[in-house]
């Protein structure tokens, strides 16, 4: 898995409505229902309830968020 492939596969869903698990350690998790907005480089950014928010392909490459379409 690489970032061009991943970013490759957003791509596809974008605007979409999707779940995103994000890991913060210890077996603590944060979870959005959240639309994917806009694709970089680098990060993308995703709409949800509380407001914009940012993670980077490298999140989903090491499996620290989840992201299930």
């Known amino acids: 898995m690489t970032i061009s492939s991943v970013k490759k596969e957003m791509l596809e869903h974008l605007g979409d ?3 995103i698990k994000y890991s913060l350690g210890r ?3 944060e979870e959005y229902e959240a639309k994917i907005k ?3 480089d680098y990060v993308f950014l995703v709409d949800t ?3 914009v ?3 980077s392909y490298i999140d989903v490459i090491t499996k620290a968020i989840r992201i299930d379409y």
């Open 17 to 19: 409505q999707v779940s």
């Open 27 to 29: 077996n603590k998790y």
């Open 38 to 40: 806009e694709l970089y």
């Open 49 to 51: 309830d509380l407001g």
């Open 53 to 55: 928010k940012s993670f």
